[in-house]
């Protein structure tokens, strides 16, 4: 072949390489979103939450030491909101759509609720077989759904939480359930495995029940976290030792990862003025980033 041969040739092939590359799915791709810091380095490595109010207010647990939950102004600044009664200590929060502030309180195996504008924290329910409530999510009728792992067998249940405060455990023998989420249409509840790097999806009904167990979505490589549906249904997981917010469709398929300054976030929500901005808490960096989705978040869609 001569030189000139070998040219073309050579044009062609990264003709179609080029090609190749554009053409590729976009769940393959990570996304370049612009995530920045919302917040300066004042959490524990326990930071989690997040939880947005209608005012927009971002409440973060353990600012400064553990057992607290700090208050996020808009402009990043951040105070003390509430000590939690002593051997509590917050992990998820969820606010139900009259405003109350929910808290999963790991080491004391409650659920406590708090009263927002007085400040003052009671003990919602309580399960002394809960390994340690981690996760919450909530239903637009007030339903609240606990996941509780045991990191130590690498196993989990869930667990629901009725408005008279008593508690229902919804399964058992489960990998280690970490992240647990409502969907938009309150039809369907997801859990992930955080280990075992799967998403399971179940049939919801307005009682509370779940039915139907199948797989939403499996993972190849690291964990997953808190996650959070978006007012399209789509699901936002935050990827603990990856560094991303994975993206997925109602259907299950991966859209897109949001890449994130830090390696280990563990949980997120939305807010904002138009409920488009996701808030990250990153516990290898100890403050809260921030990036905008293409559409406002479920839970904030509520206020």
Known sequence: MN?????????????????????????????LVDSHDYTRAVFTGGIEGPAVDKDGILYVVNYSMEGT???????????????????STGNGLRFDHEGNLYVADYSAHNVLQIDMNQRKVKVYAHEARMNQPNDLAIM????????????????????RIDPDGSVTLLEDDMGTTNGIEVSTDNKTLYVN???QLKVWAYDLTQDGDISNKRLFHEFSDFGMDGM??????????????????????????LIKEVILKGKKPSNIAFGGKDGKTCFVTLQDRKLVETFQADYPGREWNMW
Not at 75 to 86: E, M, Q, R, S, Y
Not at 144 to 158: E, H, L, M, T, V
């Open 3 to 31: 030189r000139i041969n070998v040219l073309i040739a050579g044009i062609v092939f990264l003709f179609i390489y080029s090609c190749g590359i554009k053409n590729k799915p976009q769940e393959k791709q990570a996304s």
């Open 69 to 87: 939950i700090g208050a996020v102004r808009p402009d990043g600044i951040v105070t003390l909101f509430v000590k939690l009664p002593p051997g």
């Open 140 to 159: 637009d009728n007030g339903l609240i759904f606990a996941s509780d792992p045991s990191w130590k067998n690498s196993n989990g249940r869930i667990w």
């Open 193 to 195: 495995e955080s280990v």
């Open 228 to 253: 959070r549906c978006d007012v399209k249904g789509n699901l936002y997981i935050t990827r603990h030792g990856k560094g991303t917010v994975a993206v997925l469709s109602p259907e299950g398929k």
